[in-house]
């Protein structure tokens, strides 16, 4: 369902019994909203108008394995998502062109988290876990394809990245302890 924070009519999204749907995000700078439905057998993406007048478009296919949510850009042109093989995903919504970001090694299907996008939708930054099981986290330009950099060291676990209003620095949290020496 789509509810409107101030007056306005609740919209149900068009599903059948058949098929489950989850994780809904609305899409910026359109009026429609993503999700995950398995309507077509396996687990997609689609879209659809959130004031429920259109019919759902699949944005994904052919899905060999389970996906999980997946993060839209500020600007609407990019998703990032996931999936159950530990592969980070990343969708240029308007071509429908997907390419692979990164594989981790380590870990189980969740290793993935914390996908968060720059203000401008250029970058994303996501944490990953590494083989002694520290969580680094990595930062990925969209526009240039180029391959993630780490941004902090596998030597401590790091993570919850947000980058600040003018996209200009990553804020993070990480576990240190410090001892002073006497």
Known sequence: YVVPAKTGRIVRLRQNSDSRTRDL???PGTKDVLYLSD?????EFWREPADGLGEPVAVTSGGTTMRHDGVPSPDGKFLAHTDRNQVLWMRELSSGNEWEVARSMEGNEWDYIDLTWSPDGRWIAYVDTMENQ???????DAKQRNAPVAVTTSRLDSYSPAFGPDGKWLYFLSDRTFRSVQ
């Not at 309507?39 to 687990?43: A, D, H, I, L």
């Not at 520290?134 to 990925?140: E, G, N």
């Open 25 to 27: 995000r609305f899409l």
């Open 39 to 43: 309507r077509s057998g396996e687990m």
């Open 134 to 140: 520290a969580k680094r986290i990595f930062l990925y």
